[in-house]
């Protein structure tokens, strides 16, 4: 059975395509007979490719495999335990893990949390809103959030933009709905803010700023907290965005691609860049700042590395629905 196994996983990379498909049909026909011999593919040292291939064949076994799954959790061999795990919760989530794994992970979570810092939000590209650090209980509260579960930086940043961040389910009138999960960063000083406001958080959540609208959750942010703004960063079309809004209503923005492209009056930060432009950066600076990074730098907080002694307290994940705890997303997660 090994030596056939591993005959089928190398034809997942034939060039024919009936070959391909014929040897992924056999796997999965397996069921959970194949678990113990695919699970070694999903080692770091085997090629991206074949990695990928055994992904998608226990994506197709799904549930049928969870019960073996977690009998090596429980029984081994030893050597597989840490791939079971990781498949327990790309395949369910951390529902489909016992409870001593789901508190096996909670601790590893606390004392990672220890050692994280200095942290670092990657800044290639996103979105994210930003809100003052001392009103988190206010932005849940505004933003309907739930089951709020302290995570690593790097976990949230993965749960928020690479993993599945939203998920469809039935309500109790039995009508679909879409619940979402968000990142709450910790909590960042920025001294050269302008503002009276010198520590911030982030939000980030890709699919929940994106379908929910981060201009109006922007609104709807700082009519609990005061303030909030909205940031974009979209190196594919080559556009930015970034937003101000005060008690419940916008006060200045700028985009890429907006008509005009300043909403509201020049902001104190934008006064001094116009004023301070030289021969040339006058036309960048004649309506205001047009750079994201400039302007959330002057105004709260923005992606990078964050120094330790600016970085206070830890990251939360949440979710948008009270029916859908952080457990029932799919995805293993880096801590």
Same mark, same amino acid.
């Given at each position: 059975?090994?030596? $056939? ?5 190398? &034809?997942?990379? #034939?060039?024919? /395509?009936? +070959? @391909? ?5 056999? !796997? ?65 989530? $951390? ?5 001593? &794994?789901?508190? #096996?992970?909670? /601790?590893? +979570? @606390? ?5 994280? !810092? ?218």
């Amino acid at each position: 059975m090994p030596e $056939a196994i591993d005959t089928l996983v190398r &034809d997942l990379s #034939a060039r024919d /395509r009936t +070959v @391909r498909r014929t040897a992924e049909d056999t !796997l999965v026909a397996l069921g959970a007979q194949g678990v113990d011999q695919l699970l070694p593919y999903l080692r770091d040292g085997q090629p991206k490719r074949v990695r990928r291939d055994v992904e998608s064949l226990f994506n197709r076994l799904g549930d049928e495999a969870l019960p073996r799954l977690r009998e090596i959790r429980r029984e081994g061999p030893g050597q597989l335990r840490g791939k079971a795990l990781e498949m327990l919760v790309n395949l369910g989530g $951390a529902d489909a893990l016992d409870e001593a &794994d789901r508190r #096996a992970v909670e /601790r590893l +979570v @606390r004392i990672k949390l220890l050692e994280e !810092l200095p942290v670092e939000v990657p800044m290639e590209a996103g979105r994210w809103l930003a809100f003052p650090a001392d009103r988190l209980d206010d932005a849940v509260a505004a933003l309907g959030l739930h089951d709020l579960r302290p995570v690593t930086t790097v976990m949230g940043v993965a749960a928020a933009t690479q993993a599945a961040d939203s998920l469809q389910f039935q309500d109790s009138r039995g009508e679909t709905q879409t619940a979402y999960r968000v990142f709450i960063t910790p909590e960042f000083e920025n001294w050269r803010a302008k503002g009276q406001i010198k520590n911030w958080r982030m939000l980030w959540g890709n699919s929940f700023l994106d379908e929910l609208d981060g201009f109006r959750l922007a609104r709807v942010l700082s009519g609990r907290c005061s303030e909030a703004h909205f940031y974009v960063l979209d190196p594919y079309n080559s556009a930015e965005n970034w937003y101000v809004a005060r008690d419940g209503h916008v006060v200045r923005s700028y985009g890429t691609y907006d008509d005009p492209r300043f909403e509201g009056e020049p902001l104190p930060f934008e006064v001094w860049y116009m004023e301070e432009a030289d021969e040339d950066e006058a036309e960048e600076y004649a309506e205001g700042v047009p750079d994201t990074f400039t302007a959330a730098d002057n105004l709260s907080v923005h992606p990078g590395p964050m120094l330790a002694e600016h970085t206070h307290g830890h990251g939360w994940l949440a979710t948008t629905h009270p029916d859908v705890p952080n457990s029932r997303f799919k995805g293993a997660l880096p801590v």
